[in-house]
């Protein structure tokens, strides 16, 4: 194999019409991609700067309207979030289903963390162009089209024999079209990507990552392709096979796991979680204040002996009543995230038999756009609520005297802070 | 004439027999739509149950409820769940992507919680496997393969020569191969025409449900309307299947999500966070309705002093802490409606832009017709939240009132005095029987017809865009 060699394919290739069209296409795909997908991103991370803002006005004028421990700790709310990360443009990702922004306050936390403050459902449904999209469901198709009638067409124009006969090597001729072809196009989809990565400022060696998988991605499609374009048939029964392939892989094997996934992995419904929480809270109304603060004592023994109290209201009481009605809700919230994470921990092994899936997730983790980022931002949410709790528990247990300079010592929500998992 | 035609037709029907591959696909096409039909229906029965039973749930639970003060019930809350309609079993719609239950309290608007798809495997990224998936995605794909060589083939084979020799008219013969192809696609849908069957005896109405299946029957004839032309004008086999596999890629992939990306750039819409700190700024001038003695309260004290004619709050005949909560429930539900009603605006505005793409890409056509008419698109979840909000300003409201008439204010104010002083402040809980029953009605058919007409007038503008051109071209074959 010679430049020559090369240079002479790369010439033929570009020469004809439809592999520049279907070339174009990819690049302008791509291009859209990144681009709608780096303003996606900048939207949200602007939307997070307005609602910090928002959130410290919101803060002081509550502190400012209140002088009492329990009715700031009531009144207000704090602002958590999940920024999205340098490449969270090349991969959307679940951040249109799963929230990744909260406002949470001292009350019970299940009532509050289930609360989704997502983007139009209609236009998720729809789903987005990303760059994950174009390489993992697009890029095949263009694949096929480029790649199906490689001997086929030769064959159809008579070429074919004269062909094998005048090559010099046998690496020469199709493993080297192919090869051309998927270089072509890799450079198609990765450069407008590569651009969007640095805009974005994403690693070097992030990028490079993505790069290679995408190659490899394509590959391993480019395989399949020249594998069957050597069967004897017509271009259109090839391509037709391919695309049966791409149907099965990225369709109906996805499809029909996630049906599986879905019946064998059982688990309670959020609405028993939400209800038996409500029941807890809303049951120590009538209860005898020192059932609830032995329930309470039970998780937090620090404050024993200083759950006396001595009026039927007092905010301590109210506190504590909320955490025991979480503490009771826990286990069911537990065995709910955990059915979640079954699903998706399967999913992984149907993702084996869905290139495409696999992909997707390889990115998405990369880009902290997928289901288990949004549980570690959830994680993180409960963590910070903790810390709100600790705050909170030793002005109210120790009926601390309002001191307006205390709440400067208040936690503030720190999303670098990752919660263990 | 007509003879010919069915001649025509009948011999591509015998050419689908022989040949493998096109009676692979229209196999592999009506088990994908038969198995969808039946995936999709038995999951969302389950689901529908347990959301009816969860709904019975809540209520008995809220009317157990022992006697108390009124006011600890309006933050008891109550939950509603979102029912299926009985199309939402062939196109659930965005179900699976909105919360399907709201937690009714006093003071706030929530947001529908617990979305499907957050309990999903995530294998669905692309779509899940539903009937209008399928219909809409995946079936012009396979009629592509099936109907790409319907012409190409008999020029290839020089017969297309000898056809026209023999008095075959082109129009003859794209008839004739229309109507093969078309009735192929017929084959296919025979499942979903099933299910339609079945919705409407699960109490569908019957003309959204007829629209529903005629709907998918024009989106058929429109790929078999692009599938002929490529094949009738394009010099071999293999350009004919690339041309149209490209087309579909185009109209079925991705225009539907240049379409979303659009318009989630062009119109910003800020989500519920963003809204509540513009709402809670504008509640802060209204006043809280838990405390009597705020300056926003003391136009309504005056007012009520004057009408009863006594000199102070003690002395009216009315608990004045149950008006002042009334009142200020009132206003503030005013508020938080306008502010949701303004996020609705802009969500229905993205999926207007959204919309209009449907007279480019009939996928985007098919899926909003498919969607309206089964009551499972943006229209009918914003229904459902505007549904659980009047169930949770109706039982508030009920609430103050039993606050305001139920216990006078000195009863009310030294409720936390002692245990018996408590239970003077309650009202007895055969009044927690108010409550009443919450299903979600989604729009009634006509309603859902008027919305669909825009989807249904793209449709129909392709297919009639299509057969023109087929018309005036077919001449020259």
């Not at chain 2, 039946?38 to 529908?48: G, K, L, P, Q, V």
């Amino acid at each position: 194999m010679s430049w020559a060699d090369i240079r002479r394919e790369v010439l033929f290739l570009i020469r004809r019409k439809s592999v520049v069209a279907l070339l174009v296409i990819a690049t302008l795909l791509s291009v859209f991609a990144v681009w709608t997908g780096s303003v996606e991103v900048a939207q949200q991370r602007a939307t997070i700067e307005r609602l910090i803002e928002a959130d410290k006005l919101d803060r002081s004028a509550v502190s400012k309207q209140y002088n009492d421990y329990g009715y700031i700790a009531y009144y207000t709310f704090h602002l958590t979030y999940a920024p999205p990360s340098p490449l969270a443009f090349a991969a959307l990702g679940v951040r249109d289903v799963y929230p990744w922004k909260h406002r949470i306050r001292m009350l019970a936390l299940e009532g509050q963390i289930h609360e989704s403050d997502t983007q139009n459902p209609e236009l998720a449904l729809a789903g987005k162009i990303d760059f994950t999209f174009v390489v993992a469901v697009f890029a095949p198709l263009l694949l096929l089209l480029l790649l199906h009638d490689l001997r086929a067409s030769e064959r159809a124009a008579g070429r074919y024999a004269f062909l094998m006969v005048t090559r010099k090597h046998r690496y020469n001729l199709w493993p080297l079209r192919t090869g051309i072809m998927v270089a072509l196009l890799w450079l198609a989809l990765v450069l407008p990507f590569i651009v969007g990565a640095v805009v974005n400022g994403v690693s070097a060696g992030l990028t490079l990552l993505v790069a290679v998988v995408v190659a490899a991605y394509l590959l391993g499609w480019a395989a399949l392709c020249y594998w069957i374009s050597r069967v004897n048939a017509t271009a259109p029964v090839l391509a037709s096979c391919i695309l049966g392939v791409w149907l099965l892989t990225s369709f109906i094997i996805p499809s029909a796991g996630n049906v599986f996934i879905k019946d064998y992995y059982h688990g309670p419904q959020g609405g028993a979680v939400l209800m038996t929480q409500r029941e807890a809270v809303n049951a120590a109304w009538d209860l005898p204040h020192e059932t609830t603060m032995t329930a309470f004592l039970k998780n937090h023994p620090e404050w024993t002996g200083k759950t006396e109290t001595s009026s039927l209201f007092e905010w301590k009481w109210y506190y504590a009543f909320q955490q025991v009605g979480d503490e009771k809700a826990l286990p069911l919230a537990q065995a709910y995230q955990q059915t979640a994470q079954d699903r998706y921990q399967a999913a992984g092994w149907v993702a084996l038999l869905s290139p495409a899936t696999l992909l997707q997730r390889q990115l998405t983790r990369w880009a902290e756009t997928d289901a288990t980022a949004a549980w570690q931002y959830n994680d993180r949410v409960r963590a910070f609520h903790a810390e709100l709790r600790h705050f909170y528990y030793p002005l109210l247990f120790g009926n601390a005297d309002y001191d307006e300079a205390a709440l400067k010592k208040r936690p503030e929500f720190d999303l670098d802070k990752k919660a263990d998992r | 004439m007509s003879n010919r035609i069915l001649i025509i037709a009948r011999d591509e029907w015998r050419y689908w027999q022989r040949s493998r591959l096109s009676l692979a696909v229209i196999v592999i096409a009506l088990s994908l739509v038969a198995a969808s039909v039946w995936i999709t229906r038995t999951s969302n029965s389950d689901t529908a149950h347990q959301r009816e039973h969860m709904q019975s749930e809540a209520e008995h639970n809220f009317r157990d409820q022992p006697d108390r003060h009124p006011h600890r019930m309006i933050h008891y809350g109550h939950y509603v769940f979102r029912g299926l309609p009985p199309l939402g079993t062939l196109d659930p719609g965005i179900d699976a992507l909105t919360g399907n239950t709201v937690f009714l309290e006093g003071h706030r608007q929530n947001s529908a919680t617990l979305a499907d798809k957050k309990q999903s495997s995530g294998l669905t990224w692309i779509s899940a496997l539903t009937p209008a998936f399928v219909m809409q995605v995946i079936a012009p794909m396979l009629l592509i393969i099936l109907g790409f060589s319907t012409v190409t083939r008999e020029r290839e084979a020089g017969t297309l020569e000898f056809l026209n020799v023999q008095g075959v008219s082109p129009l003859t013969l794209l008839a004739g191969k229309g109507l093969a192809l078309f009735s192929a696609a017929l084959v296919i849908s025979t499942p979903l025409l099933v299910g339609v069957l079945i919705s409407m005896t699960d109490g569908a109405a019957i003309l959204p449900a007829i629209t529903f299946i005629a709907s998918y029957w024009i989106y058929l004839l429109i790929w078999s309307a692009i599938v002929l032309p490529i094949s009738a004008f394009t010099r071999s086999n293999t350009l004919s299947f690339s041309g149209s596999l490209t087309l579909w890629m185009l109209l079925c992939l991705i225009i539907p999500r240049i379409a979303s990306n659009t318009a989630s750039v062009v119109i910003h819409s800020p989500g519920k966070l963003e809204t509540d700190f513009a709402v809670l700024q504008q509640l802060r001038e209204i006043g809280d309705g838990h405390n009597t003695s705020g300056p926003a309260n003391s136009a309504l004290k005056a007012s009520l002093l004057a009408k009863y004619n006594v000199e102070s709050v003690d002395e009216l005949p009315v608990n004045f802490k149950g008006i002042v909560a009334q009142q200020s429930e009132a206003n503030l539900t005013k508020v938080l409606n306008q502010f949701a009603q303004k996020q609705m605006q802009q969500q229905t505005d993205q999926a207007d832009i959204y919309r209009h793409f449907g007279w480019l890409s009939p996928m985007i056509a098919i899926q909003n017709a498919s969607m309206t008419l089964a009551a499972t698109d943006l229209t009918n979840y914003h229904l459902f939240l505007r549904q659980a909000e009047k169930a949770r300003f109706d039982f508030v409201q009920a609430l103050n009132k039993l606050h305001a008439e139920g216990m006078t204010l000195e009863q009310d104010s030294n409720k936390y005095r002692s245990n018996a002083a408590k239970k003077a402040a309650t009202v007895s809980a055969d009044n927690w029987q108010m409550l009443s029953q919450f299903s979600f009605t989604p729009l009634e058919s006509g309603a859902r017809l008027h919305n669909s007409m825009m989807a249904l007038a793209q449709l129909i503008m392709l297919f009639g865009a299509l057969i023109s051109t087929l018309l005036f071209l077919g001449k020259r074959l």
